[in-house]
């Protein structure tokens, strides 16, 4: 799966900056819709200092941060994070980095326990490109894009900024227009920001900004600062995505176009490696159509949702049934 990665074009030369805008332009519909999110546990949060409270109060903080990035939730997140007695049990790594910071990695599997007791939400790592188009004026100003990359970091949603366009062009058209352009940038959902007035003077980090996401149909508008902007987002897309770990269902899966043992190996690993599945089962190989029965979290709609983001398994004919007998798949490399 590609990944993106962003690049500062403030910071380069004029000659470098057009030669790259015109190639991203040829380029972005390849980009794929989906990125896996790696660091979903471990958090880097800032410690006053090197003594054992500190250090205990940032463990915490990191904790919420992961839980956050997890269920998509953070109200929640940080309600249950400061709930537990003992984080040290959780925790399976911890080091001090340079600007005054703690980075605490946690055991995946003691942290997918403590979701499922909790009730929370689950949100996989497989997760849909946000499109971010800022107005023209707030383009120039790298506060606004910092506070948005950081917020967007700690709720584990990938990003990737319009190039040419800004949301003063786009706020008045309508969904179709707006979900052509994140197509283009190989995104599904788009965030347009927006400002109140005219004069970018008291932008930065803590301005007030108008915030519109349009995603599946339909869209959203509310105001806040630009964490609030990506927090709002985060908490939309997970209500469509996350699963309930409490709720476990399972479902026979029909995978064709299974032509090598090579990709029997990437589709059964692909399976396997969806935080939301907890067992594949392989039931028999028929030509080149691979027959699985699948214990996931959540529900048939979810687990579609689900593998409909990054498209390596795309749904034959899908219903809008909700209780399909077996889920039919093609397998796309």
């Not at 839980?67 to 309600?79: E, F, I, N, P, Y």
């Not at 687990?303 to 498209?311: G, P, S």
């Not at 795309?314 to 798949?329: F, G, K, N, Q």
């Amino acid at each position: 799966m590609r990944s993106i990665r962003q690049i500062r074009l403030d910071a380069l030369p004029k000659f470098w900056v057009l030669a790259l805008t015109a190639l991203a332009l040829v380029c972005v519909p390849l980009l794929t819709m989906a990125v896996t999110v790696n660091d979903l546990y471990s958090a880097t949060v800032r410690v006053a200092d090197r003594s054992v409270s500190a250090r205990d109060q940032a463990v915490g903080e990191a904790l919420a941060v992961v839980l956050t990035k997890l269920s998509g939730q953070k109200a929640l997140a940080v309600r249950v994070a400061s709930a537990q007695t003992d984080t040290a049990r959780l925790v399976q790594r911890v080091g001090y980095v340079s600007g005054g910071q703690l980075e605490v990695g946690f055991d995946s599997e003691r942290i997918n326990s403590l979701l499922d007791q909790s009730g929370m939400p689950f949100w996989d790592r497989i997760r849909p490109v946000l499109l971010i188009v800022l107005p023209g004026a707030l383009q120039g100003l790298p506060e606004v894009r910092a506070a948005l990359e950081l917020a967007a970091r700690d709720r584990g949603l990938p990003i990737v900024w319009a190039i040419t366009e800004n949301s003063d062009v786009f706020a008045s058209k309508g969904f179709s227009q707006i979900q052509a352009l994140g197509a283009q940038y190989g995104a599904q959902p788009v965030l347009l920001a927006g400002m109140f007035g005219d004069t970018p003077s008291s932008v930065g980090a803590s301005a007030n900004l108008r915030w519109q996401l349009v995603f599946d149909g339909g869209s959203q508008e509310w105001s806040g600062i630009p964490e609030e902007g990506v927090g709002f987002t985060a908490e939309q897309l997970s209500r469509y995505y996350a699963v309930s770990g409490k709720q476990v269902s399972q479902h026979l899966l029909e995978v064709s176009g299974v032509g090598s043992v090579q990709s029997y190996g990437q589709i059964t690993n692909y399976l396997s490696s969806l935080l939301t599945v907890r067992r594949v089962s392989v039931q028999a190989l028929k030509g080149d159509v691979l027959h699985l029965q699948l214990e996931v979290r959540g529900t048939q709609t979810t687990l579609r949702r689900l593998l409909a983001v990054d498209k390596q398994l795309i749904e034959h004919e899908p219903s809008t049934a909700e209780a399909a007998d077996v889920l039919r798949y093609r397998y796309n490399p």
